[in-house]
């Protein structure tokens, strides 16, 4: 499981998605021109802080994010453009081949309707099963993503599970239509630290077993370095630095990544200050011309602010979008 | 910037107790059905020195915002006692509580939800000096502008409100105005946790910078055991109302004695990614507080669960220097060097009475 798989062909492909909300004339971008590929059977990262934009990619690639906002961009699953396809179309893909879970599974489940009806109902939409075989594959799937005696489960509101069980049911809905590719946003985020490790560990099993792809949405770093193959880092709604975890952990290429892991205190070094990123982050309303990380850098050089630096490839499969990443490197 | 904490304790907490009557509703009063009591905290003892961090850590439910509210008496506790500096701090009656709840300061883990949105930031930190009377007249501004350099906000941000600043400012505002009013002892209950990683640091170097400078004692209150690490001398694991392990803290975190405290270590997400695992750190979820297990509290967790932890409930007990853990398993060891099964009944009796 260690080790991005060396499958030349991505199944999901996203070139230079942009979300923008407001007028055409006082235009507020939250998404800016992301671009990433997720490969067969590979747990990509989104790793970002608040703000930075990786919830809002996750729902524009399944085109969850409605009007006022504007998407634009190319979202290629399979070589079909997620952006250009019907209604219908969409709703085929969505929740069928690519599946979505969200942070607070009591706001995403339907509170009035029993788990195993939610669980059903997705069946129906996307599965050939008759009637007995749904009832008998929805209790499968509710056993699979572990929850206990899952056959009286099923007749179960949301309200009356707890909160690590009600994302595990959540996880179940997911899977019910064999999806090929995991959508997560902060899947774990609202969960204690005990049932946060079952979760995970719960993801990466079915990914093994149902040989899925994963998107993974989370601020934690602790959690991209236990779960992904690669790593996406986004800041003011770019994607700066991109590579396999390992390496980026090792040598991050860009002065943000390199803010961000010495940020998180590890062990030694006990009540020393941490070396944290100096500032805020820009508000969305701020029209920067250069390099968005710029006012906070500690590498920052005068050509940052002639324009956005572009994310270009410095080793393989490693890309970075900061002038200063050979500096970076050395540090 | 390591001023260790001097030996003497100036808080020192014994077995606080405190439940919650759960509202029921009309259909349950009907029907007859008993009152419910959650039983938040369940006999903590600990003590805290002067000028000490004391990090308490444990999920959701544990207790530990329970307790951070019973210290300043936000709760009456149902039983125990707290002293503070020779004081007996639940007894306390009017002059004397307000001078303890000066001393003792409390900063809550959303800033906007404890400041007054509709006063200033001058007017939140006057208010404060003023009702305990620190200062008077022209000094009331300039100890404003002093408070906003210490926590390191520009001097133009007293005349705004708290809506126009980010969460890390909101979060250094709520500090300040803790600090307005010149506590020896500052509890932070989840200070930084609704905060950004980079934002967080900024804050954590702040608390400690603070620390020293004005010799506090701090109770370090969080969930996330990396930042409890970071900032504390000693750490106490809470486990469903009670303090199951408290060590210094490289000992806590090196050789934990606790089964929960293993757990909590292993479930932690390490941020290096050449190691990993694919084994459940613990199994099973936190009971309800409402039916509370007998015996142990952690037994039905537990991977190395015996008899006796279902039916008799441990205490801390020394486990090493300065180091306590509430655990049968090592009780065990112990005492079949030592004395016989009868022996250590009655020693723990006698030691739960006491």
Redesign the interface.
């Known amino acids: ?2 080790g991005a798989p060396q499958m030349p062909e991505p199944l999901l492909s996203v070139r230079g998605l942009r979300v923008a909300f407001g007028t055409p004339r006082h235009e507020l971008v939250a998404v800016d021109g992301v671009d990433f590929d997720v490969r067969r059977g590979e747990v990509l990262g989104l790793a970002g ?2 703000g930075s934009g990786k919830s809002l990619t996750l729902r524009a690639i399944l085109r969850l994010v409605k009007p006022p906002a504007r998407i634009s961009g190319q979202v290629l699953w399979r070589g079909r453009d997620v952006q250009r396809m019907t209604e219908p179309e969409v709703r085929g893909v969505r929740g069928g081949e690519i599946a979505i879970i969200f942070q607070e599974p009591m706001s995403a489940l339907n509170p009035v309707l029993t788990v195993g009806a939610q669980i059903l109902e997705n069946l129906e939409e996307h599965t050939d099963l008759d009637a007995a075989a749904r009832q008998a594959r929805a209790i499968e799937l509710l056993d699979l993503v572990g929850i206990p005696a899952a056959g009286s489960r099923i007749d179960d509101y949301p309200h009356q599970f ?1 909160g ?2 009600r994302q595990r049911a959540m996880i179940a809905i997911a899977l019910a239509s064999n999806p090929k590719l995991l959508l997560a946003d902060e899947p774990t985020t609202a969960l ?7 979760i ?2 719960l993801i ?2 079915l990914r093994r077993d149902l040989n899925m792809s994963m998107v993974l949405v989370t ?9 992904c193959d690669r790593l996406a880092v986004m800041y003011a709604g770019r994607v700066v630095e991109a590579g396999p ?2 390496d980026i ?1 090792a040598q991050p290429r860009h002065a943000y990544t390199l ?3 010495n ?5 030694g070094a ?9 500032g ?2 820009p508000l969305l309303s701020d029209r920067l011309t250069g390099c968005a990380f710029a006012p906070r850098c500690p590498f920052v050089v005068p050509e940052c602010g002639a324009g956005k630096p572009p994310l270009t490839s410095i080793a393989p499969m490693h890309d970075t979008a900061c002038l200063q990443h050979r500096k970076v490197g050395q540090r | ?2 001023a260790g904490p001097q030996s003497a304790a100036i808080m020192q907490v014994d077995d606080l107790h405190m439940a919650f009557k759960r509202p029921r509703s009309t259909f349950d009063r009907l029907t007859g059905k008993p009152m419910r009591i959650v039983h938040a905290l369940n006999g903590v003892s600990f003590q805290v020195a002067r000028g000490e ?1 004391l990090g308490i850590v444990g ?2 439910g544990c207790g530990k915002s329970t307790l951070a509210r019973c210290l300043v008496r936000l709760y009456e506790p149902l039983a125990g006692r707290i002293r503070y500096d020779g004081l007996d701090v639940l007894k306390l009656q009017g002059k004397a509580r307000r001078e303890y709840n000066r001393r003792v300061q409390m900063v809550f883990q959303d800033p906007y939800g404890s400041l007054n949105p509709r006063m200033t930031v001058r007017q939140t930190l006057a208010e404060a000096i003023s009702f305990h009377r620190l200062r008077e007249g022209t000094a009331v501004a300039a100890r404003v502008s002093e408070l906003l350099g210490l926590v390191r906000l520009p001097n133009d941000a007293a005349d705004r409100y708290p809506h126009e600043f ?1 969460g ?2 909101r979060q250094r505002i709520g500090i300040a105005r803790a600090l307005a009013v010149e506590p020896d002892c500052l509890i932070a209950d989840e200070l930084v946790s609704a905060l ?7 804050i ?2 702040l608390l ?2 603070l620390q020293q400078k004005l010799h506090l004692t701090v109770l370090f209150i969080a ?1 996330d ?3 409890i ?3 504390s ?1 000693r750490v106490a694991v809470m486990y469903l109302g009670s303090i199951v392990e408290l060590a210094e ?2 000992t806590l ?1 090196n050789s934990p004695a606790h089964p929960y405290t293993e ?2 270590l ?9 190691r ?1 695992s ?6 099973g ?2 009971p309800s507080p409402l039916a509370l297990p007998v015996g142990c509290p952690f037994h039905p967790r537990c991977p190395y669960a015996m008899d006796r932890c279902r039916g008799e409930r441990p205490v801390l007990r020394p486990r090493g220097e300065k180091h306590e853990a509430a655990c049968h398993l090592h009780d065990g060891a112990l005492a079949s060097a030592a004395r016989t099964g009868e022996e250590l009944a009655a020693l723990a009796r006698q030691r739960s009475s006491a």
Do not use: W, Y
């Open positions: 499981m260690n802080e608040s707890s690590g069980m204690d630290v005990t049932i946060q490790d079952q995970l560990k990466l099993r601020h934690d770093l602790g959690v991209i370095a236990q779960t975890v390992a952990f803010g961000l892991l940020s998180v205190p590890r062990g006990l009540r020393q200050p941490l070396s944290s990123i100096a805020q982050p | 910037m390591s961090t999920e959701s980010s890390g400012q950004d990683v980079s934002v967080q640091a900024q954590i170097n400690l910078e969930h055991l990396r930042l690490r970071h900032i001398h803290t490289e975190f757990a909590l292993k479930a932690a997400p390490e941020l290096d990614p050449a990993r694919v084994i459940d750190a613990v199994r979820e936190l």
